[in-house]
T-cell receptor
């Protein structure tokens, strides 16, 4: 399967714990995006990378959220000191840099439940 | 006002019906537009891009109205398998960054 993959697919954690999610984009894609989606809402853009550079991070929900893409391939999203309100689906998408008319391909998501 | 707005529905239509969804956006600097389909508890999948001249893919037609700042999706001859949530996404550049904004989605239910 050469699509976007995410790991883990499900995560249950206790409030206050740190969690880290991984995203592996489609291999030839240089852009990678993170979104959060809650029930009944569309995906909410959090941040994106072009290669290893994080070009937009102002949409990260708080300073508890951080993302990295150290080698321009896979990316990680970390949430520190989780809160119950962080419970959501976290989606990753990738695309190639072909100007504005690019298509994002989504991974299956990581469903987070904070108890 | 939200940057991208969609009627959440649900739109409940019989098989064979024609149904249309709109998505309005508030930022006139928006430059790229897409429709995605999302099945329950699955990831969004691209349905089609939306071009200024309008575009068609089988039973699906997408149009862009820049003057009124909305995009539309028309589905003809609805199938049961079209039941899903349809998400619009609007993309703009801001300060050298690329900002995609999704609508909340419109739910479509096609019944026999």
């Amino acid at each position: 399967d050469t699509g976007v993959s995410q790991d883990p697919r499900h995560k249950i954690t206790k409030r206050g714990q740190n969690v880290t999610f991984r995203c592996d984009p489609i291999s030839e894609h240089n852009r990678l995006y993170w979104y959060r989606q809650t029930l009944g809402q569309g995906p909410e853009f959090l941040t994106y990378f072009q290669n290893e550079a994080q070009l937009e991070k102002s949409r990260l929900l708080s300073d508890r959220f951080s993302a990295e893409r150290p080698k321009g391939s896979f990316s990680t999203l970390e949430i520190q000191r989780t809160e119950q309100g962080d419970s959501a689906m976290y989606l990753c998408a990738s695309s190639s840099n072909r100007g504005l008319g690019e298509t994002q391909y989504f991974g299956p998501g990581t469903r987070l439940l904070v108890l | 006002r939200k940057e991208v707005e969609q009627d959440p529905g649900p739109f409940n239509v019989p098989e064979g019906a024609t149904v249309a969804f709109n998505c309005t956006y508030s930022n006139s600097a928006s430059q790229s537009f897409f429709w995605y389909r999302q099945d329950c508890r699955k990831e969004p999948k691209l349905l089609m891009s939306v071009y200024s001249s309008g575009n068609e893919d089988g039973r699906f037609t997408a149009q862009l109205n820049r003057a009124s700042q909305y995009i539309s999706l028309l589905i003809r001859d609805s199938k049961l398998s079209d039941s899903a949530t349809y998400l619009c996404v609007v993309i703009r550049y801001s300060g050298g960054s690329y900002i995609p904004t999704f609508g909340r989605g419109t739910s479509l239910i096609v019944h026999p």
